[in-house]
């Protein structure tokens, strides 16, 4: 089976732009993820969906960012007025059920090289 | 709040050479803990996970056990191939409560092994 798909593998825009990060999760996988790694921060946990709803955005760095869930897979992550610093690889990942209460691993898609230029 | 310590990089080793990498972790609750790997242009996969106290992971040679007392889970390899060449990372989740598994990383090791 497929595994987690992310679109586009690579994005370049300009500053102040919008962009929109796609992730495909795996399907019958009720709990997605994002995460961003990049050089300063590492991997750092961006937001949690579990169906359509986020109970988790601490993560979120700004307003400027947002993100849905549609019909209980695929995601898209919004970046408004993008900066500089938003540049890094966008990575999701998606579990059967919460990794908090079953321990079922993550997996994750290759991610979304974003640079800001 | 959560974190993970791995041990600074990057590491060099010679094929066949024993593997170490340090991960030391402060969590709120009770963690289970994971390495996953990043093989050159490749996305993350997990290596192995324990979820308690002294179990013990393992996967492809590589063995991590969780050890509470000095919350520490190491990961080893006894002869590391070229092929083992990739960033590691250790991470934790807190489970239950409000927690939705939301993964804590370390900073990741670099290991390069030559031939």
């Known amino acids: 089976g497929a595994g987690v798909s992310q679109s ?6 300009e500053k102040g732009k919008d962009v929109e990060l796609r992730c495909d999760p795996i399907s019958g996988h009720t709990a997605l993820y994002w995460y961003r790694q990049s050089l300063g921060q590492g991997l750092e946990f961006l937001i949690y969906f579990q169906g359509n709803s986020a109970p988790d ?22 970046i ?38 | 709040g959560d974190s993970v310590t791995q041990m600074e990089g990057p590491v060099t080793l010679s094929e066949e050479a024993f593997l170490t990498i340090n991960c030391t972790y402060t969590a709120t609750g009770y963690p289970s803990l994971f390495w996953y ?41 006894g002869s590391v191939q070229v092929s083992d060449s990739a960033v590691y990372f250790c991470a934790l989740s807190v489970n ?7 993964l804590t990383f370390g900073q990741g090791t670099i290991l390069t092994v030559h031939p």
Do not use: M, W
């Open chain 1, 8 to 13: 586009p593998s690579n994005k370049v825009t």
């Open chain 1, 57 to 78: 955005k601490s993560g979120l760095p700004s307003d400027r960012f947002s993100a849905e869930r549609t019909g209980g897979s695929v995601s898209t992550l919004t």
């Open chain 1, 80 to 117: 408004q007025r993008t900066q500089q610093e938003d540049s890094a690889v966008y990575l999701c990942a998606s579990s059967l059920v919460p990794t908090g209460l079953s321990n079922q691993p993550q997996h994750f898609g290759d991610g979304t090289r974003l640079s800001i230029l």
């Open chain 2, 37 to 77: 790997v990043q093989y050159p242009g490749e996305g993350l996969q997990l290596l192995l996970k324990a979820t308690k106290a002294d179990d013990k992971g393992s996967n492809k040679g590589f063995e991590a056990t969780y050890r509470k007392e000095t919350t520490s889970f190491h990961l080893e390899k």
């Open chain 2, 96 to 102: 239950g409560g409000t927690s939705y598994g939301k």
